[in-house]
């Protein structure tokens, strides 16, 4: 059986990190806070005392970092994953990162001599303790495929992309869509409410129809109330919107709905709801 | 028991008036097109020679017409509802028509002392069949009461709006949020492809996630295809964006998002596209 | 010599008449105030009592009136010009009005036996007082020539376009030309403000290139002034843009532009700034 | 009297060179190829063989290079101007080049011991021969003083506009404010020609009313023949609308026309325009 390492025991990694345990794997833990290893270990994994101990004493680490300074630190910094990566050890990391983050491990692993996968997920606390997240993999094949049956307990849904950066593309994509997505919902609320319309009725149909989606069902009682707690931050949204629109560019693509969408998330950051969940769009819409 | 007419027989009258029957009601039909009405009388329904005649014997009358002029004719013509619609009996128009027409109707059969009701439905000749639509009602709420047990065989929603309008006024609301997410989902999978994404891939994904539904699950594969046979006409859906935003203009509500999205529909019609479906939009944005 | 009428001694009416009296003409006025009259009486006009005896009396008869109901009742009122045409007298209607009321203006003159132009004009009370309007007409091709002396000494520039109602439809396409400039005006003198620059260094660039125009000219203090006296009403310059975006609808022209920019004066009228100077876009824009 | 230098020698800078001779100034000029500078010679110029024998025997230097790469290495490579400019000597840099070009060699020049303003200029080669170009400079303040008579020379209007970056801001946006303009007005031309009205008219109306500008009346012909030969690439105009809209994304200011016209300029790209003139996006409008 491959030995497993797990860096980063966060929000999202302390239960995947669980999981892999529950479901028998042996695994290897480190946290920058060690405190937070101890219910891991509880459960049976091994705890060391640096990203290069993990690395050098597992086949395959995965690393879920709150940031990519946090996951620069993990790989290049003194004890990192570099230091202790070699012989075609893999490690697969899950932590959302930007382009040239991504690139710069990918490439460092590499000439490591270690094998690289990047894995950003889609999903949030309760699908990361539940095992059902989405993720989105890409870069070197044979570690994806030797590494199916671990993330087969952390996620419900795997995909194998292609090179590096093409995980980092399709959560664009994905994002991008969304973003429309929220911005047209919220207009057609608004509408209806402006025409007299009953908004839970609104919702009932909605929600009953061929455009029923687990967003609509979520974030439309939020609208109604008027109270958007953060669950996924608006300027984060706007940020990607942004980035989907300049790849449209690079890609010779026009993008005129997502293009008004961004500009409509950018006021809703000028008005200061940055912060506040993307839902909150609707209160430059509404 | 009430007494139930239903008039007009064609791919959606024809199986409603069935379920209708199925259920045990005493149901009286009429069809321009006689012939039509043989299965339903098979079936235990009374057939009867004009419209006047089932709403002079019917309690409650229902209409399921093709267009607004078909509407219009069974209510003003020769031999019409309004001719035998008198002492509180009901007629409810299931046909999707425009405001005007509605309206027309609406005060006419009040005025010879009937209860008139709008319901257009949200659903085409599956739901139909499966008495599985969704009905948006507005006008007499006594009748929409009386006639709950009945619609509660046509449909597995039904909603009441308030004044007559308001149906049609919520048909606009979604079909904008559905023209919205129309485009943003054309523009999402035109960038994955050109980033060289695979589509079926972007599908998976989607379907797994937050933003499932059942538009995207359907349009999908004929996005990849290139093959958009008509299920909602590209050029149904402009107009519904037009008065969309037209209603935005009257009710002092902007509506950037919508308003992109009809241009992008308007430019789809102009390019020869109004008679496909209106996921063909696909076509000028990918 | 030809006989010409004036009907309407508005703001612009009055120095328009005045125009023509003292370039020799003989005119005839009437004004529904007739204490207007006088100070055009004193050039040397002939007034009279009503609408009818001005067109009975004159070969062409000019009309400049505050809205349509003044045009329409002017026609068709008692002692309306409809009563007083006949025997291929002319009516050179100078108002701005809808398509609507132009056409049936129209028609009824003609019917009467008489000839019809529409000339809506774009200038306001200093180009009327200096006799340099741009006139925009259509209908009559003969009575546009029979014309030409006159209208030379009210404007510096006149246009014939063809059948009735192409004079309003070239308003539209100006007007819609208009706002998008002054959307993109807006947008560029916020983006310079916030990006540091001094917006006064932004008008000289704009007046020395390629860009420079009468209406940033006068329009540019107006924005760094925050002050927006009204010259031409917000609420009319989004009225013209819904207008212009319809006409696209109907032509299948696609306005990516002009939809936005008439979604951004829908916002400007909904945050209260109607009836601002259209240049009062830039309140919700910078 | 200050000694002046002037480096490259290209359509642009070959008439600049010769206005400052003519006026009597003492100029030194160089030319990557040297031949380019036979005719100034003539008109008086001593030639020397390198930018840094230009900076080290000038009081003042300007440069017109052909893009960054180019006035990166005058600057920075072999011979270069840094190894020449000291002692408080200055660098004027005319050239258009993106932010990051000017700041490297701001800082260099600055770091060598001599002063620099960015100045890039609004006009092409006619200005440049009648010396009424539009300069937009931004950096040492006492540099821009003691270069004034000869900025006099070279345009018609010189603005001094902050630290160095400024410059480049302002042109972005005129661009952006171009873009947006030229997007309305080919909207409008399509509308009119849909609409049955003659383009010449519009053009006509145009030019005599409170819109007229230059631009309407260069680009009009250009957008009726349907025949677009580059002065200002559309590529460039794109490029330029993308970084008008990221720098509104990272100064807070939604632009909700400028990205519509960003999407509609690349549109035009991704339809094989990008090398015509930026009027050329009329072929996806109209």
């Not at 302390?14 to 892999?20: D, F, G, Q, R, T």
């Not at 480190?30 to 050098?56: D, H, I």
């Not at 979520?218 to 990607?240: E, R, Y």
Request: aromatic share 6%; proline share 5%.
């Amino acid at each position: 059986m491959p030995k497993y390492g797990f860096i980063g025991l966060g929000i999202m990694g302390s239960p995947m990190a669980a999981n892999l345990i529950k479901a028998g794997f042996d695994v290897t833990v480190w946290n920058r806070t060690p405190g937070k290893c101890a219910p891991l270990v509880a459960l049976g994994a091994r705890q060391v005392e640096s990203p290069r101990q993990v690395a050098e004493s597992c086949d395959i680490t995965f690393a879920m970092l709150a940031d990519p300074a946090a996951a620069h630190a993990a790989s290049f910094g003194p004890e990192g994953v570099l230091e202790g990566i070699s012989d075609g050890r893999g490690y697969i990391d899950m932590s959302t990162v930007d382009d040239a983050t991504s690139c710069a491990i990918a490439a460092a692993i590499v000439k490591a001599g270690g094998r690289f996968l990047e894995a950003p997920v889609f999903g949030t606390k309760k699908p990361a303790e539940d095992g059902t997240l989405i993720i989105l993999t890409a870069g070197d094949q044979s570690l994806y495929d030797e590494a199916a049956a671990a993330l087969d307990k952390l996620g419900k849904l795997r995909l194998y992309l292609g090179a590096v950066g093409q995980g980092a593309r399709m959560k664009l994509v994905l994002n991008m869509i969304m973003g429309g997505m929220m911005t047209a919902f919220c207009e057609g609320m608004a509408l209806g409410q402006k025409g007299g319309l009953d908004c839970s009725q609104i919702l009932a149909v909605l929600d009953a129809g061929p455009l029923a989606n687990p967003m609509f069902k979520g974030k439309g009682p939020m609208l109604m109330a008027g109270n958007f707690p953060t669950s996924f931050p608006l300027k984060h949204m706007q940020k990607d919107l942004r980035l989907a629109v300049a790849l449209g560019d690079k890609l010779g693509q026009p993008l005129h709905s997502a293009a008004m969408a961004n500009e409509t998330f950018k006021r809703a950051c000028a008005a200061g709801h940055a912060d506040e969940d993307f839902s909150a769009v609707y209160r430059v819409i509404g």
